[in-house]
């Protein structure tokens, strides 16, 4: 069973990273920025707007990590209950993987399995507010698109045969903050942020390669059933800087 190693958690940690940088998300964080502030993109931006910026970023946060904690929860509530076919589900586990690193790499095409889910925001909503912030978080979170939807498959996959439901609240919590941090970030950020986007477009296009790298590199190692290694050398380096008792706490 692939336990909980620091390759793991670095790796759900950049998949976090990787699905905000990635071509059909972060093109479109000023205008999520934008809305959740209650202005217009290139609209002056105050003290007082800057603040709601940041405080509504973190209403915006929090809708999201709801999204993907509870969905840590029941792939880890899952794969609990597989016990014995654990040893079938990792392998199998590798080849979805791998796929969905072939698809990020644009070798082949699966697409439609990751098409959006068409979410109709209430007419409620208003720009600007908290709770609009936090809907719109959550409906970001249960829409996500097809360049990121192999990212999150993974770190699913990944939670469900850690065979623990702290594995997998562990494991999306970690993806979480992984998204989470460069969105504060920008928000706090935003004017000086939201110029870098859209005049710095070329380098997003390659978190692609380097999220199906990561995927291709997870898939292999749990099809040849030597994900334990990543547990062998986290420990390695751990020891190396004199705290590796850390990892036996999960």
């Known amino acids: 069973m692939p336990e909980i190693s620091l390759f793991l958690i670095a790796s759900a940690f950049i998949a976090g990273l990787l699905m905000f940088l990635a071509p059909c998300t972060l093109p479109l964080v000023p205008a999520y920025l934008a809305f959740i502030a209650g202005i217009k993109p290139g609209d002056q931006i105050s003290e007082k707007t800057n ?3 940041v405080v509504n970023s973190l209403y915006y946060i929090a809708g999201f990590s709801v999204v993907f904690v509870s969905l840590g929860f029941l ?15 990792i392998p199998l586990s590798g080849v979805l993987v791998i796929i969905f690193g072939l698809q990020m790499l644009h070798i082949i095409n699966i ?16 720009p600007g507010s908290p709770t609009s912030a936090f809907v719109i978080g959550v ?6 698109t097809p360049c990121v939807g192999p990212l999150l498959a993974t770190i699913l996959l990944m939670a469900g045969t850690s065979g623990s439901v702290f594995g997998g609240v562990f494991l999306l919590s970690v993806f979480a903050a992984g998204l989470a941090l460069p969105f504060f970030i ?15 477009q070329g380098f997003i296009k390659a978190t692609e390669f380097v999220g199906g790298g990561l995927l291709l590199l997870i898939g292999v ?21 004199g705290i590796g008792n850390l990892l036996d706490y999960y």
């Open 139 to 144: 409906a970001f979170a249960l829409g996500w």
């Open 51 to 53: 603040r709601r910026i």
């Open 221 to 241: 190692l749990l099809l040849t059933n030597n994900f334990e290694l990543t547990v062998l050398y986290g420990y390695k380096i751990l020891e190396f800087f």
């Open 111 to 126: 697409s439609k399995l990751f098409g959006n889910f068409k979410i109709t925001l209430p007419s409620q909503l208003t």
């Open 186 to 200: 920008t928000a706090v950020l935003y004017a000086s942020a939201t110029k870098f986007i859209s005049t710095h």
């Open 75 to 89: 792939a880890g509530w899952a794969g609990a209950f597989v016990g014995s076919l654990r040893q079938v589900l």
